[in-house]
């Protein structure tokens, strides 16, 4: 059995649409519920349902009414509660818009820094040949120049993408 333990850091919304969007939200986290499972959420409408819905997986979330341009001095306050949990992998999960009436559940899967760090120095020892359907974690340049960092650089770079993340994921799902 895989020992992982989950944030799920689930941003929810108090505009109009509301209720259907932050419904769906909770019908996913009801279903991907486990004893692993941790909740770090964003937003004032979660301290109304989570608690009740999710007792043993709800820890805290971060109230911002959403009325101020979202900043990623925002988005590194939040990085750094995550910081606070021990966790293996997370999940972002925010309401993607598509168009004016259409908003879909959207998910960010982040690994644990140790495990990313892992993977890019395993996978910086290469042949010297990439696809560019790798994406960028695979660009061998980047890899290359990621494994000559120290540890402390290298966590600013990971904490750096992380916050821009969580700001893309924030913006995305207020529009």
């Avoid at 980047?142 to 402390?152: F, S």
Wanted: glycine share 4%; charged share 20%; hydrophobic share 40%.
């Amino acid at each position: 059995e895989n020992s992982s333990s989950l944030l799920y850091v689930p941003i929810m919304t108090n505009r109009g649409s509301c209720g259907a969007l932050n419904t769906n939200m909770m019908k996913y986290l009801t279903e991907v519920q486990s004893p692993k499972m941790q909740i770090l959420s964003l937003g004032k409408k979660p301290l109304d349902s989570l608690p009740k819905i999710l007792p043993d997986n709800f820890s805290r979330t971060i109230i911002n009414d959403m009325k101020q341009a979202m900043s990623f001095q925002f988005a590194s306050y939040v990085v750094d509660h995550m910081k606070t949990f021990e966790w293996d992998r997370a999940q972002i999960i925010f309401n993607r818009y598509h168009q004016a009436s259409v908003q879909r559940l959207a998910i960010f899967n982040v690994p644990q820094f140790d495990s990313w760090h892992a993977r890019v120095e395993e996978e910086s020892v290469g042949d010297g040949k990439q696809s560019l359907d790798d994406g960028m974690l695979n660009n061998l340049t980047l890899q290359t120049a990621l494994g000559e960092l120290e540890e402390e650089s290298l966590r600013d770079f990971y904490d750096f993408h992380l916050g821009l993340t969580l700001l893309n994921a924030t913006c995305e799902n207020e529009l």
